[in-house]
């Protein structure tokens, strides 16, 4: 779930550089006529450190994410957003945000475009899950702490009885990052594109990321090892009214052999060496998992019709 720039050396201007090779010309030949004078060329000025503040660029270098930052050649940030047709002033909504891993990108690049950002949570209430109700808590605690970073983010909920996950026909961009087959498991897949439908302006995009099943295997209804079929997601985008735009193999791993003894969770980020919720094992063998590193994923836009 949905959980440093590096300092460039200063080169002197393309003028400075011009006039630079002219005054070289330009005291040699008068050595030669031995009037030589010196001639001062003008002084290089420093360039900025790093990507312009507010890009994307700026927001996925950012010092604030040092320990995510580890992930960005799995998960490959950069490119994913830009797939999904990110712009700074647009308004997105991040469906069951997690720890906050896209939050970390996406709160201070719109904070900085005039964009919004809805992190659309686990929904609370009677019989939570104490660990996502949990979850929830220490994600609202660390991104209204410091607003100059992250913005005035706008926190919703999207659940079984959940209401609009914010105002209808506002959304410039709704994500689904990895967490389709917890809806799934939940029976609530169906009303997460429903509700995103809601919330996008006519022409808006869907931007799904999801851990990939095989097309040749039996999709389980309730996808409890954590792999959907991309042909099951395009289903139900169809159904709510979504159209299918494009895919990329952005975040594909072909190592991947989703045939793991506790689901994809046996992967990285995750790697667990026992069933969820049991006592992690000690003498479980991780290389294999390891040595695959993330899971393979379909990467997918959609659109709701003009």
């Known amino acids: 779930m949905g959980e440093s720039s590096q300092a460039r050396r200063p080169v002197a201007s393309r003028r400075g550089v011009l006039l630079g090779a002219s005054a070289i010309v330009a005291v040699a030949g008068l050595a030669a006529c031995g009037r030589g004078k010196t001639v001062e ?29 580890v992930r960005d050649a799995a998960r490959h940030p950069m490119e994913t957003l830009r797939f999904f047709g990110l712009q700074p002033n647009m308004t997105v909504v991040d469906f069951w945000p997690g720890s906050g891993w896209y939050t970390e990108i996406l709160a201070p690049y719109l904070a900085r475009g005039g964009g919004t950002y809805y992190a659309a949570g ?19 605690t660390h991104f209204t702490a410091d607003r100059k970073l992250y913005g005035e983010i ?18 410039d961009l709704v994500l689904f990052m990895r967490n389709i087959n917890a809806w799934m498991a939940a029976g609530v897949a169906e009303k997460a594109f429903s509700d ?28 409890a090892n954590g792999y959907v079929q991309e042909a099951f997601v395009r289903q139900l985008a169809a159904e709510a009214g979504f159209v299918f735009v494009a895919s990329s193999e952005i975040n594909a791993n072909e190592r991947d052999t989703k045939d793991h003894p506790f689901g994809v969770d046996t992967l990285p980020p995750q790697s667990l060496t026992a069933p969820r919720g049991q006592t992690p094992d000690p003498t479980f063998d991780r290389k294999k998992y390891d040595a695959i590193g993330e899971s393979d994923r379909m990467t997918l836009k959609f659109r709701k019709p003009e």
């Open 41 to 69: 060329t003008p002084a290089a000025t420093d360039a900025p450190a790093g990507p312009p503040e507010g890009s994307l660029e700026w927001a996925v270098a950012g010092e604030w994410r040092a320990q995510d930052r």
């Open 122 to 140: 686990f929904q609370t209430g009677g019989g939570d899950d104490p660990a996502q109700s949990a979850l929830m808590s220490a994600f609202q």
């Open 154 to 171: 706008k926190f919703s909920a999207f659940g079984p009885t959940s209401g609009p996950v914010a105002p209808a026909g506002t959304a």
């Open 196 to 223: 995103a439908y809601a919330a996008l302006r006519p022409g808006g995009g869907l931007g799904v990321e999801q851990h990939r099943l095989a097309p040749d295997e039996d999709q389980d209804p309730a996808a």
